[in-house]
């Protein structure tokens, strides 16, 4: 039995309206996290061709690069839309399509942010090691975001079931 002013439909007692405001104001505070740190990612990736050592990189160590900043790039054009979107479209009053649409690019940023960090730290591990440590340092940290910032959620939301 639900407890007094709760509903059984997300434990909380408010309207659709309420709902989606909550969550697109929840949406645009996660994203005040993930912004800063793919705006720093993609800002050294701009600043790098600019080091005296850059010429000197070797043709895999450039493609990683190239990657990389494209993986960056591609995350902040994600991260930053929900913001656009909301802001172009608030008027027409379908908060719904705008909540949804920003979930997805949000996940799809983050996925994109996993994949530049793992580059920029494999380009970094190539460059001071040149070994099989590279293969173990990607591997390990393309785990790691895998595991923390996808898999657990999932897995989590797999084992409570179905929402109400």
Known sequence: ???????TRGGRDESEKERLDRNLGELLQELRVALPGVQVLFAFLLVVPFNQRFPDITNFQRTVYFITLLLATA???CLIAPTAHHRIE????DKRRIVFSATKLSIVGLVLLACAMTGAVTLITDIAYHSTTVVIVASAVGLLFAGLW??????RLLDSGPSA
């Open 75 to 77: 995350a902040t054009a």
């Open 90 to 93: 608030f008027r027409a009053e």
């Open 150 to 155: 996808f898999a657990w959620p999932v897995k």
């Open 1 to 7: 039995m639900d407890a007094p002013g709760e509903s």
